[in-house]
């Protein structure tokens, strides 16, 4: 929404004070005491004012120390040929803070000269200052509209992504202005601006950035320029909060819960305060009685992003678990019996065996694929171990156990499993002893241990000189698909134009990846920069990619409003527009782009009514739990190598299929028109909406060289379809369900 407003004034002022400081005594009535003087005073941003840098005068009123509101500031000037106001009428009346500010703008003729701030049967102010005479003839620029726009409506909170912001200036024929000045402010995260004057494009750009604020928020950033604004809102996403322990409790046992930090790359975040709070409500049906757990109001991560705190379950009954941080919330059911069932022994089957419940808890080892895992639980009621015989279940997300059940000896009972896949397995063991069920979990993750492939990749594979850089990113799996954890990857860069890599090696994650960064120095031939991707403990494998350093002949600018098309009662439309500019920002017409759209991850969970104060909000998406409000469980795009193919080891849920597929429709190419612009219709079922990320790529070749740019968001849903707490969401899975299942575990469908 375009909103007319003033300037606001900046943070430290080259304070000028003026000579001549007025006063104007009130009358009491009575004979007492003579009230305090009125006086104003003049302040300036800076002495020398140029068009790229004009100055704030600001003139604050006062009486005494008090400062006062709602008094008409009169500012003129010696010599008009200097200087303009803005607004040209030079008026403005003091705020909350006594404050009244303009603008002063550079004229035409250069020199010293003063402005005058009056405010009536006040003494007036002057202040100094000095033009470069280099501002326009014709007063204020005939600025009518400022658009913003966000390449991309959501930002990692990792801080690794930034997403350019787009001002386009027009008059009221909607001719594209250059040389309009547009302020970029954000409330949150860091602004980096490029280019703060227009173009002959009509374009002003800067850089968002979230550098170390990993909090999931929402930032509005706003372009102003004469008093002319437009404001587009960016997501940061991506932070979450892990909590995993027994669902089951003893009274009177100390059990520790792990808690986790993690940003939108999977990494922990050090140092992070995670508060702790119960629910307080059963969550039985019909209800039952509350559980009273001993808890602490929160703890800290260590430098991993992880930590641990204590529950001591006081009295029988059910209880909820919350844990929030940085904007994200993961909650927990536990239910308080008079037994305890902990796992007291995890073998990695190579020799690493330790206690899970222990306290501060141990890290639970990988597996290898070619090892057998063992999980012994111990289960005591009243401090002593249950009968012999007593049958335990079990079941596991990934692998092959050995026995779906066993009986206890001497309270314990063992579990093993082996899986000739790699990934994440949560095994459940559950108890039965008449009325008393129980059941505990346990994470670990199977690794496959031997490289078959390693492939590398470069995105973009085309980048400017002076610094620009590329992500090179490998994809190591085994001779089965799997792909291979903790393999330690060298990077060797050739490169004879003074370019580098940061960092020379990584370490390969559950997703079987390792990157590094490429930045640019010179132009280099065709393809003439090569960087290398080696296995270190089995040289043989290597894979290398080639780039090319270039002047790019066009730059690709992409971005998105806060509006969404409703197609029809079972479709949406989000659109973008995309401009494109040469290297002096001037429109490049009969481009024509290559477009795509990939999905980039899925959500599993359920649509949930949000409510605050008892008052119905909205619906939102949600963890399978719905009775508290926790993020939806993310899933990465099956398909890792994007090649529409079903390959070994791909099918993570097992349903034959690739999960997500593609779900959304747009044009393969566009072509830009006469001002450089184009827009681009995605195009998707309704019940998709905010359970899909789409990658949507772009890219032409000009003169052989190739220009590309990217943005990820979040499939959108109209706000009409969530803001009624009688009309469910759309939908196309079991009840309220995702498309994709509820379960947070991306190995089934349910």
């Known amino acids: 929404m375009k909103l007319h407003q003033g300037f606001s004034c900046f943070a430290l002022f080259i304070i000028l004070m003026g000579c001549g400081g007025g006063s104007l005594s009130g009358d009491d009535g009575g004979g007492g005491e003579t009230p ?46 200097l ?142 320029s004469n008093f002319i604004t437009d404001s587009v809102s960016v997501q940061v996403v991506g932070t979450t909060v892990s909590l995993t322990g027994s669902t089951s409790l003893a009274i009177n046992d100390d059990n520790s819960y792990i808690i986790k930090v993690l940003d939108s790359d999977g990494i922990g975040i050090a140092n992070t305060q995670v508060n702790l709070s119960l629910t307080n409500t059963s969550t039985e049906s019909p209800a039952g009685a509350v559980a009273e757990l001993s808890i602490a109001d929160s703890v800290s991560t260590d430098f991993t992003g992880q930590t641990s705190v204590v529950v001591t379950g006081i009295s029988g009954g059910t209880n909820g678990i919350i844990a929030s941080s940085l904007g994200a919330t993961v909650s927990q059911n536990v239910a308080v019996q008079g037994d305890s069932f902990l796992f007291s022994t995890f073998d990695d089957g190579n020799g690493t065996s330790v206690d899970p419940s222990a306290v501060p808890a141990e890290t639970i080892p990988d597996v290898l694929l070619s090892d057998s895992a063992s999980l012994t639980l111990t289960w005591l009621r009243s401090g002593v171990a249950v009968p012999d015989g007593t049958q335990v279940n079990f079941t596991s997300t990934r692998g092959s156990l050995v026995a779906s059940s066993a009986t206890t000896v001497n309270g314990q009972v063992t579990a093993s499993l082996t899986s000739d896949n790699a990934g994440k397995a949560l095994v459940t063991f559950t108890g039965t002893d008449d009325d008393i069920v129980l059941n505990n979990q346990l994470e670990f993750e199977f690794i496959a241990e031997s490289v078959d492939t390693i492939v590398a990749q470069a995105l973009p594979n085309s980048v400017g000189p002076n610094g620009q850089t590329s992500t090179i990113s490998v994809v190591v799996k085994d001779a089965n698909g799997n792909l291979v954890k903790n393999k330690d990857i060298d990077f060797t860069l050739t490169d004879t134009n003074g370019g580098t890599i940061f960092p020379a090696s990584a370490i390969t994650d559950s997703n079987g990846s390792a990157s ?4 640019s120095n010179n132009v280099s031939a065709q393809n003439d920069v090569s960087i290398q991707a080696t296995v270190r403990d089995n040289p043989s494998k290597t894979d290398t990619v080639s780039l090319t350093v270039a002047d790019r002949e066009v730059f690709i600018a992409i971005g998105t409003g806060n509006e969404i098309i409703e197609v029809d009662s079972t479709s949406y439309n989000k659109q973008f527009s995309v401009f494109v500019t040469d290297i002096d920002s001037n429109p490049v017409e009969n481009v024509d782009l290559t477009v795509s759209a990939i999905p980039v991850r899925f959500y599993k969970g359920i649509w949930v009514k949000f409510f605050e104060n008892g008052e119905f909000i909205t619906w939102k998406t949600n963890g399978p739990d719905g009775e508290v409000y926790s993020d939806s469980f993310p899933c990465v ?90 009309i469910t969401p759309p939908v196309a899975g079991i009840g309220l369900n995702s498309p994709f299942g509820a379960q947070s575990d991306c190995t089934t469908t349910d």
């Open 36 to 81: 305090d003087e009125i006086t104003v005073t003049l302040a300036i941003s800076n002495e020398m004012v140029s068009e790229q840098n004009p100055a704030t005068v600001t003139a604050t009123v006062r009486q005494g120390n008090t400062v006062l509101a709602g008094k008409l500031v009169t500012f003129t000037l010696d010599n008009a040929d």
């Open 83 to 224: 200087a303009f106001f803005n607004p040209e009428i030079g008026t403005a009346n003091t705020q909350s803070n006594g404050e009244a500010t303009i603008i002063l703008n550079a004229g035409e003729t250069a020199g010293a000269g003063q402005v005058t701030a009056t405010v009536e049967e006040v003494d007036p102010a002057n202040i100094s200052f000095t033009s470069q005479g280099d501002g326009n003839t014709g007063g204020l620029p005939d600025l009518a509209d400022i658009s913003l726009f966000a390449s991309s409506q959501q930002i990692a909170s990792s801080g690794a992504q930034s997403i350019t912001l787009t001002a386009i200036a027009k008059d009221t024929n909607n001719n594209l202005l250059d040389n309009v000045n547009v302020t970029f402010t954000a409330d949150s995260g860091q602004i980096e601006v490029v280019n703060a004057i227009t173009g002959a494009d009509g374009q002003a750009t800067a850089i968002l950035k979230t550098e170390n604020e990993p909090t999931n928020r929402v930032i509005t950033t706003t372009a102003s």
């Open 516 to 519: 590094t960064i490429y930045t």
């Open 637 to 726: 795009n099956e398909d890792t190598n994007i090649n529409g193919i079903l390959d070994p080891g791909e099918d993570t849920n097992g349903n034959d299929l690739l999960t997500p597929g593609n779900v959304v429709a747009a044009l393969g190419e566009v072509t830009t028109d006469s001002q450089g612009g184009a827009v681009i219709d995605i195009k998707y079922p309704q019940s998709f909406g905010h359970w899909i990320d789409i990658r949507l790529i772009l890219s032409t070749q000009v003169n052989g060289t190739e220009s590309s740019t990217q943005t990820t968001f979040t499939l959108p849903m109209s706000s009409a379809d969530l803001l009624s707490e009688d």
